[in-house]
């Protein structure tokens, strides 16, 4: 199976910094990886698929890429309104598998 | 609007079965498979299977086969996840939501049920 890590745990960023979060795949995979923000107390919302793809609604403050077996999560101008634990997520042969995490908070 | 609603927090001794409900609106409930995550308290997200309400096939993590059981009534829209011997290490947020298939992400989601197991 694919194991994915994401880095790092937490993070804590001042208004208007910019945030980078990883994951990365054990092995090369297809762009079949999302990206999510859960607020407390609410439901994960995807930001993110496909690695780059924006969904609709979601601020252009929020970004994915990938280079090579990493994907990257970019919050170009962090905004108060930001704090979350955000997660990625990939599917691959039947199986959805989520990142542990990473908490997001304001310095 | 496209939404799915679960059903409410449940409160259950161990040894009790429960089913929890979610039912879709404002899309073609039939046409999209439904994933079922866990979250327990201060922890992350597990994905723990998904099912077409369209014929009720389903797919589990081995994390979870065995465990629960999903099931769907595409007359009312609904889909479920079930257990039929609670353990208090299933106290967790439960949410549904609903799988696009062109990224394999989840797109909708529900706005969770949380259950309880304690005696």
């Known amino acids: 199976d694919i194991q994915m890590t994401q880095s790092p745990s937490s993070l804590s960023a001042s208004v208007g910094d910019r945030v980078t979060i990883t994951c990365q795949a054990s092995?090369?995979?297809?762009?079949?990886l999302n990206w999510y923000q859960q607020k407390p107390g609410k439901a994960p919302k995807l930001l993110i698929y496909?690695?780059?793809h924006l969904e609709t609604g979601v601020p252009s403050r929020f970004r994915g890429s990938r280079s090579g077996t990493d994907f990257t999560f970019t919050i170009n101008s962090l905004e108060p309104e930001d704090i979350a634990t955000y997660y990625c997520?990939?599917?691959?042969?039947?199986?959805?598998?989520f990142g542990p995490g990473t908490k997001v908070d304001i310095k | 609007e496209v939404q799915l609603v679960q059903s409410g927090a449940e409160v259950k001794k161990p040894g009790k079965s429960l089913k929890i409900s979610c039912k879709g609106s404002?899309?073609?409930?039939?046409?999209?498979?439904i994933g079922w995550v866990r979250q327990m308290p201060g922890k992350g997200l597990e994905w723990m299977g998904i099912?077409?309400?369209?014929?009720?096939?389903?797919r589990y993590s081995p994390s979870f086969q065995g465990q629960v059981t999903f099931s769907a009534d595409k007359s009312i829209d609904t889909a479920y996840l079930q257990w039929s011997s609670l353990k208090a290490p299933d106290t967790a947020m439960y949410y549904c939501?609903?799988?696009?298939?062109?990224?394999?992400?989840?797109?909708?989601w529900g706005q969770g049920t949380m259950v309880t197991v304690s005696s």
């Open positions: 939501a609903r799988l696009v298939s062109n990224s394999f992400g989840f797109d909708v």
């Open positions: 404002g899309y073609t409930f039939t046409n999209y498979w």
């Open positions: 099912i077409y309400p369209g014929d009720s096939n389903t």
């Open positions: 092995q090369d995979i297809i762009n079949y």
């Open positions: 496909d690695a780059s």
């Open positions: 997520q990939h599917y691959d042969n039947l199986l959805f598998t």
